[in-house]
């Protein structure tokens, strides 16, 4: 790393620790419960060496958020990204301020099927405080963060830093410590994403959203692919539909993030057409296959 | 008699001889050298303690940097980082 990268990198961890005690700051002036999770939050013992984070990552009691974001509002951040359109899991919505960076909110924990609010209540029970800032924030036990680690890592398409979480906080860990993540594991019913980042999925292919997991947890998944998944996981016929005809919908905030400014008309027509034509040729090359 | 203690509604991050204070709309100031000094002998201590603090820390007479360290103090208690009690 040069001198000037360094700095950079400086700056940025400096921006990311100070939006992490704005935040919580925020959160304990409008009574929000919120868990930092991931990046700087995570505890020490569960980072590998040159693992770095990029933006604030916080879990909110779902039905704090209104608040907090109405909070968000009035203190200078944008929204610049959605639930419905951030992920497959449409779990986070993305914020950003023009001088704390990004910060992603998040309802749920992919590959948690406990229901979003059981969850946090769950991660909530068992919070420690630690400070960033010199602000108290809160996070989940070390064993729900080892948790969230794993099951991020089952969602990242096999990619370097997965691979590298994986083995620093799962295959690493002693018997005694991979047990109690493993009790965790039942207790907030995220068996099929584990085995997504640990090994074991094929265990679950009577699963419906076996196939979810497959696709994101493996590095050459078509969208149409991961498109029909979402379909096969998502539980009821009208959630079905919904997702089939959101999957050829134009993603406005990703565009937006391409392009680097507010998508046009025309913009949002070829992104359509681009992708109605790519999943014609992704469904032609399947057939040309079987 | 005054006494000066650290906002609570600040974030604060240190690197090396610098200290960076985010306030909760986000604006952030950066404090180096002798405003390190000062920001780090506030908590709960009267204006002469500081200045006692932070003459002894420079090597240096009290009345050298008692002005200084006033209309610093002063502008920290009008951004909201610093309260006077």
């Known amino acids: 790393m040069t001198q000037t990268e360094w700095a950079e990198h400086e700056v940025a961890q400096v921006r990311i620790e100070l939006a992490h005690g704005v935040v919580q700051l925020l959160c304990d002036s409008r009574r929000i419960d919120a868990l930092h999770i991931k990046g700087l939050a995570l505890d020490p013992e569960l980072r590998h060496p040159g693992r770095v984070s990029m933006d604030v990552d916080l879990l909110v009691r779902p039905p704090h958020i209104a608040t907090l974001r109405a909070a968000l509002s009035e203190h200078g951040w944008q929204q610049t990204g959605h639930f419905s359109t951030g992920s497959p899991f449409e779990h986070a919505e993305n914020w950003h301020h023009e001088t704390l960076g990004h910060l992603d909110l998040h309802r749920l924990i992919p590959g948690v099927g406990l229901p979003p609010d059981e969850a946090f209540d769950a991660f909530w029970g068992c919070r420690s405080q630690t400070p960033i800032a010199q602000v108290d924030c809160a996070v989940p036990s070390l064993d729900a963060q080892a948790l969230i680690v794993l099951l991020h890592a089952a969602r990242s398409h096999g990619d370097h830093r997965s691979r590298l979480d994986v083995e620093h906080v799962w295959r690493t860990a002693d018997v005694t410590t991979q047990r109690r993540i493993r009790d965790l594991v039942g207790t907030m019913k995220a068996e099929v994403a584990f085995a997504a980042a640990v090994g074991g999925l094929e265990d679950f292919r009577h699963r419906p959203d076996y196939l979810l997991w497959k696709v994101n947890s493996s590095p050459d998944a078509a969208r149409t692919t991961e498109w029909r998944a979402r379909i096969k996981a998502s539980p009821g016929i009208r959630s079905k539909a919904s997702l089939a005809v959101r999957s050829l919908q134009v993603n406005r905030d990703h565009l937006r993030t391409l392009r680097g400014r507010e998508p046009s008309r025309a913009d949002m027509v070829r992104e359509f057409m681009r992708r109605l034509s790519l999943a014609t040729r992704e469904i032609t090359s399947r057939r040309g296959r079987s | ?85």
């Open chain 2, 1 to 85: 008699m005054s006494c000066f203690r650290q906002s609570a509604q600040v974030a604060v991050a240190r690197r090396d001889d610098r200290v960076f204070i985010a306030q909760l709309l986000g604006n952030v100031v950066v404090l180096q050298g002798n405003a390190t000094i000062i920001w780090d002998c506030v908590n709960g201590s009267s204006e002469e303690d500081i200045v006692r603090r932070v003459a002894a820390r420079a090597g240096v007479p009290d009345r050298d940097v008692a002005d200084e360290v006033r209309v610093f103090l002063s502008s920290l208690c009008q951004d909201g980082l610093l309260i006077a009690d």
